[in-house]
């Protein structure tokens, strides 16, 4: 005890601070003893974590820090918060120990500022804090971070909201975990972002919020209902966004709500098909075939837009010049196609349909000539498309699938 006395307690000054801390756990007077307060425990508690970092060997700026974020003035504060986010990056351990001192509670409250300067500080503090560690993310939403997200972001600079869609990025990782989040907060920050003339990478940073939260299905009905779609589908026309927005709407098209959605949107599915041309971005390619493949499935609506939008010369296509998994998804497809006036279709095997009979008898000859006319139809298509394509694919890898797509029958079910 005589040695730690003479290497941390020595100085006057850190005997003042002590001193300090003794004041704030002395027991108060009987007439604020008997009002009742939850503070005084607070402030006990306050004591007890600063001793803690003299403990740890925190003396010094951390130990400074931490004792004006707590007691100090505004500009104290301020000075601080500056000196955290310096210390929170050298490592996690540190970030660690900070929060356990208690400064993420008065980081939050700092963020509700109306002082710009004051509340930006704050929030790259709390992006710091969070850096590799949930459990710093969980103490921010227990502390009420998501309360304090600002509702109009067209009074905020662009370096603000960058940093802001920063923070809400790093907390929406918490959606596997046992953490609720409050996305009636979160989702119309992002969305206003996305829809305001914010820079590239704040939007960047927007969608991968979206997707985040997209990877637990009971959101898919809050992110539909605030009118994601449409702007996923907008940048998913992007190149530079188009695969971030892809995986967050490949997310949703699994729940009823996402698949509605898509089902009833204009853009749908032409700027889809679009993407299955785009050579030079394979992982969009096979994201936006597996989304068509769900939208199809058991959808003879949706087969026929589809038809209609021209996408059996464009899944020829895929299914030649694709990735492994583009090509497979496209066959599939294709195969769909080619299985439409079919019958009998095994469960999950590809589209089913039914036959109705209204009005007069089905004359059979005329359905026999209709199957005639639609493979000669395709079948001219594939010519027509063959000579452009090979050009660009490999002459035996080409002429080995093109075998393969002339000569394979069979179905199998939906690669989910």
Same mark, same amino acid.
């Given at each position: 005890?005589?040695?730690?006395?003479?290497?941390?307690?020595?100085?006057?000054?850190?005997?003042?601070?002590?001193?300090?801390?003794?004041?704030?756990?002395?027991?108060?007077?009987?007439?604020?003893?008997? !009002?009742?307060?939850?503070?005084?425990?607070?402030?006990?508690?306050?004591?007890?974590?600063?001793? @803690?970092?003299?403990? =740890?060997?925190?003396?010094?700026?951390?130990?400074?820090?931490?004792?004006?974020?707590?007691?100090?003035?505004?500009?104290? !504060?301020?000075?601080?918060?500056?000196?955290?986010?310096?210390?929170?990056? =050298?490592?996690?351990?540190?970030? !660690?120990?900070?929060?356990?001192?208690?400064?993420?509670?008065?980081?939050?409250?700092?963020?509700?500022?109306?002082?710009? *300067?004051?509340?930006?500080?704050?929030?790259?503090?709390?992006?710091?804090?969070?850096?590799?560690?949930? *459990?710093?993310?969980?103490?921010?939403?227990?502390?009420?971070?998501?309360? @304090?997200?600002?509702?109009?972001?067209?009074?905020? +600079?662009?370096?603000?909201?960058?940093?802001?869609?920063?923070?809400?990025?790093?907390?929406?990782?918490?959606?596997?975990?046992?953490?609720?989040?409050?996305?009636?907060?979160?989702?119309?920050?992002?969305?206003?972002?996305?829809?305001?003339?914010?820079?590239?990478?704040?939007?960047?940073?927007?969608?991968? *919020?979206?997707?985040?939260?997209?990877?637990?299905?009971?959101?898919?009905?809050?992110?539909?209902?605030?009118?994601?779609?449409?702007?996923?589908?907008?940048?998913?026309?992007?190149? +530079?966004?188009?695969?971030?927005?892809?995986?967050?709407?490949?997310?949703?098209?699994?729940?009823?709500?996402?698949?509605?959605?898509?089902?009833?949107?204009?853009?749908?599915?032409?700027?889809?098909? =679009?993407?299955?041309?785009?050579?030079?971005?394979?992982?969009?390619?096979?994201?936006?075939?597996?989304?068509?493949?769900?939208?199809?499935?058991?959808?003879?609506?949706?087969?026929?837009?589809?038809?209609?939008?021209?996408?059996?010369?464009?899944?020829?296509?895929?299914?030649?010049?694709? *990735?492994?998994?583009?090509?497979?998804?496209?066959?599939?497809?294709?195969?769909?196609?080619?299985?439409?006036?079919?019958?009998?279709?095994?469960?999950?095997?590809?589209?089913?349909?039914?036959?109705?009979?209204?009005?007069?008898?089905?004359?059979?000859?005329?359905?026999?000539?209709?199957?005639?006319?639609?493979?000669?139809?395709?079948?001219?298509?594939?010519?027509?498309?063959?000579?452009?394509?090979?050009?660009?694919?490999?002459?035996?890898?080409?002429?080995?699938?093109?075998?393969?797509?002339?000569?394979?029958?069979?179905?199998?079910?939906?690669?989910?």
């Amino acid at each position: 005890m005589a040695d730690q006395s003479s290497t941390c307690f020595a100085s006057p000054k850190k005997l003042k601070f002590f001193a300090k801390i003794r004041r704030f756990s002395q027991p108060r007077s009987s007439e604020k003893q008997s !009002k009742p307060c939850d503070q005084e425990p607070i402030k006990e508690n306050e004591s007890m974590m600063l001793v @803690k970092v003299v403990e =740890e060997g925190g003396c010094g700026v951390l130990q400074r820090s931490v004792k004006r974020l707590h007691f100090g003035s505004f500009e104290e !504060k301020e000075v601080a918060v500056e000196d955290i986010i310096r210390l929170a990056k =050298e490592d996690l351990s540190r970030r !660690k120990l900070m929060a356990e001192l208690g400064v993420i509670p008065a980081l939050v409250s700092m963020v509700g500022s109306e002082v710009v *300067t004051r509340r930006s500080l704050a929030v790259r503090a709390l992006i710091e804090l969070a850096n590799g560690t949930y *459990t710093n993310k969980a103490l921010m939403v227990d502390s009420g971070i998501l309360s @304090k997200l600002p509702e109009n972001i067209g009074v905020l +600079e662009e370096q603000t909201r960058h940093e802001f869609a920063q923070l809400v990025l790093s907390i929406s990782s918490l959606h596997n975990s046992q953490v609720p989040i409050n996305l009636s907060k979160i989702v119309p920050l992002v969305i206003s972002i996305l829809e305001s003339d914010s820079d590239f990478e704040t939007k960047q940073l927007c969608l991968g *919020t979206l997707y985040n939260l997209s990877t637990m299905l009971n959101n898919a009905g809050t992110l539909v209902s605030n009118g994601v779609i449409n702007n996923l589908l907008r940048f998913s026309s992007v190149k +530079e966004t188009s695969e971030k927005a892809l995986a967050t709407l490949g997310n949703l098209v699994v729940t009823l709500m996402g698949k509605k959605a898509l089902e009833s949107n204009l853009l749908v599915p032409e700027n889809l098909i =679009e993407i299955l041309t785009w050579e030079d971005k394979p992982k969009s390619q096979e994201i936006s075939v597996y989304i068509l493949m769900i939208l199809a499935h058991q959808s003879s609506m949706q087969r026929l837009k589809m038809a209609e939008a021209g996408i059996v010369h464009v899944l020829l296509q895929v299914s030649l010049l694709g *990735t492994t998994l583009a090509r497979k998804r496209a066959l599939k497809l294709l195969q769909w196609f080619k299985d439409e006036r079919q019958t009998r279709m095994g469960p999950h095997s590809g589209p089913q349909t039914r036959r109705l009979s209204i009005g007069s008898p089905i004359n059979h000859n005329e359905v026999n000539e209709g199957k005639r006319l639609m493979k000669n139809m395709v079948r001219q298509s594939l010519y027509k498309n063959l000579e452009t394509i090979t050009r660009r694919a490999n002459a035996d890898e080409g002429s080995s699938k093109l075998k393969f797509l002339a000569t394979s029958s069979s179905s199998k079910s939906l690669p989910y």
